[in-house]
C-alpha cells in the first residue's frame, strides 16, 4: 500500500455550538492512502438573563353610544371599541454564549481501494465539529463509494479529546448497477412473475426483494411474502440491451386464491458498507407494483 503524504485542502468554519474544521483529500488514484490530523474545540450554550426598556403594547377597551331613529321612536346602544395602547416596560431577555469544554484533536486514517486501470477524480471531506467526526465524499459519478470500514476510538487527557480513527473506503464502477436499475412490463402468467431490466452485467451487484400483499378494496392488507430472494430463486435471462427475470412465486411458498394482490418487486444495488456518494446518483434501487385479481 502507498503511504504517500497527501496535499491537504483545508477549511475553518465556525458553528453555532462548536469550531470545525474541514481537510479534503482529492484522491486521482496516485495515492492510496492519506493521514489528516484536526482540531476543534467543543463547547456547549449556556444563558444569561437581562432586563432592558422597551415599548409594551396592549389592548384597551372604550364605549361608546350609537343612536338610531326607528318607527317606534329613537333606540341607543352602547358598543365597544378597542384600541392598541402603546406604552413603556421593562422586559427579561435571554442571551445564549458558548462555554468552553474542552480542545479536540482527532488523527485519521484514510485507506482507499480502486479498481485495477480506474481513473478516479473523487473527493473526501473529513469534519471535526466539536468532538463529532464525520467523513464525506462527492466525485466523478463513475463509481459508487463504499465506507467499508470505520473505527472511531476516544481518549481524554486533561484539558484535551483526542480522537483515532480509521477509515476504509473502496470504489464500485456505478456503470453495471445504474445500467441495470429499470423494472418494465411486469405481469404474471400463472405462477410466473416476470419483468424486464436493464442489462445485468455483474449479477453480484443487483439484489432482489419480493413482497406480495392481499389487499382487498374493503379491508386491511395481509403480507403472504416479504423478503430479499437467493440467487436460485430466481432466473435471468440477459442480453446486452435488456434483461428479463422470472420467479416463481409458488416455489416460493405463495398461491393466489380469489382476491385482489399487490406483487411488487424491487431491484437494489447489493453492497457492503454505506454509500458515501448516494445523493449523486438517481437512484440505487427500484421497484414497481402489479395489481393482480384473480377471480
Known amino acids: 500500500m502507498k503511504m504517500l503524504t497527501a496535499i491537504l485542502v483545508f477549511a475553518f468554519a465556525i458553528s453555532a455550538m462548536a469550531t470545525t474544521e474541514i481537510q479534503t483529500f482529492f484522491y486521482d488514484g496516485s495515492q492510496d492512502s492519506v493521514q489528516m490530523s484536526l482540531q476543534s474545540e467543543a463547547t ?9 426598556r422597551t415599548t409594551c403594547f396592549r389592548q384597551q377597551v372604550f364605549y361608546r353610544t350609537i343612536c338610531r331613529s326607528t318607527p317606534s321612536g329613537r333606540i341607543c346602544q352602547t358598543v365597544p371599541e378597542y384600541r392598541t395602547i402603546a406604552y413603556s416596560c421593562i422586559e427579561t431577555i435571554r442571551i445564549p454564549y458558548e462555554v468552553k469544554d474542552y480542545d479536540v484533536q482527532a488523527f485519521v486514517n484514510l485507506d482507499i481501494s480502486s479498481l485495477e486501470g480506474a481513473t478516479p ?77 436493464g442489462p445485468i452485467e455483474l449479477r453480484e451487484l443487483i439484489g432482489f426483494k419480493l413482497n406480495i400483499t392481499k389487499s382487498p378494496i374493503l379491508g386491511s392488507d395481509k403480507v403472504l411474502f416479504d423478503r430479499e430472494l437467493k440467487t436460485n430463486e430466481i432466473k435471468i435471462s440477459s442480453s446486452n440491451s435488456s434483461s428479463e427475470v422470472t420467479i416463481n412465486i409458488q416455489n ?44
Open 121 to 197: 477524480g473523487e473527493s473526501f471531506e473529513v469534519t471535526l465539529d466539536g468532538d463529532n467526526l464525520s467523513l464525506s465524499a462527492v466525485g466523478s459519478r463513475k463509481y459508487f463509494i463504499l465506507l467499508t470500514k470505520k473505527e472511531i476510538s476516544s481518549r481524554v487527557e486533561g484539558p484535551v479529546k483526542f480522537i483515532d480513527a480509521n477509515f476504509t473506503a473502496s470504489l464500485v464502477d456505478a456503470s453495471p448497477v445504474t445500467n441495470a436499475l429499470s423494472i418494465q412490463n411486469i405481469s404474471l402468467k400463472g405462477s410466473d412473475l416476470f419483468f424486464d431490466m
Open 252 to 295: 416460493l411458498g405463495v398461491r393466489l386464491s380469489s382476491g385482489r394482490f399487490k406483487i411488487t418487486p424491487k431491484a437494489y444495488f447489493k453492497h457492503k458498507g454505506s454509500i458515501l456518494n448516494a445523493s449523486q446518483f438517481e437512484r440505487t434501487e427500484v421497484s414497481s407494483t402489479l395489481i393482480y385479481k384473480n377471480r
Open 44 to 52: 456547549h450554550t449556556e444563558y444569561r438573563y437581562e432586563q432592558r
